[in-house]
Nanobody, 124 residues
Framework: QVQLVESGGGLVQAGGSLRLSCAAS????????MGWFRQAPGKEREFVAA????????YYADSVKGRFTISRDNAKNTVYLQMNSLKPEDTAVYYC?????????????????WGQGTQVTVTS
């Protein structure tokens, strides 16, 4: 099993930046694919970004492509989400998730472990 703890959320003005971190417990972090998802009030949880266990391949939702960057440091058991050029529509609770998989997965139902979430609020 793996436990995930997100941090780095907060209040920021439109155009600003935040970096989210997700610290994972356990010694097998490097075997997990990691994803970031978000959920705005009244909306379904949606995919934001994912990174394969090796860090070599990343995937992004069209809505964040070019603005957000996912990365990981397997030595620190941590995955990051750098968010630039933030927009009010990026306001949501952001969750990190983990899964062991032979192929990339980008949907909520495919991830096995979830953090508790961190709030990101972008003001106009």
């Amino acid at each position: 099993q793996v436990q995930l703890v997100e941090s780095g959320g907060g209040l920021v003005q439109a155009g600003g930046s935040l970096r989210l971190s997700c610290a994972a417990s356990g010694r097998t972090f490097s075997t997990y694919d990691m994803g970031w998802f978000r959920q705005a009030p009244g909306k379904e949880r949606e995919f934001v970004a994912a990174i394969r266990w090796s860090g070599e391949t990343t995937y992004y939702a069209d809505s964040v492509k070019g603005r957000f960057t996912i990365s990981r440091d397997n030595a620190k058991n941590t995955v990051y989400l750098q968010m630039n050029s933030l927009k009010p529509e990026d306001t949501a609770v952001y969750y990190c998730a983990a899964v062991v998989s032979s192929r990339v997965v980008l949907t909520t139902k495919d991830y096995s472990y979830w953090g508790q979430g961190t709030q990101v609020t972008v003001t106009s």
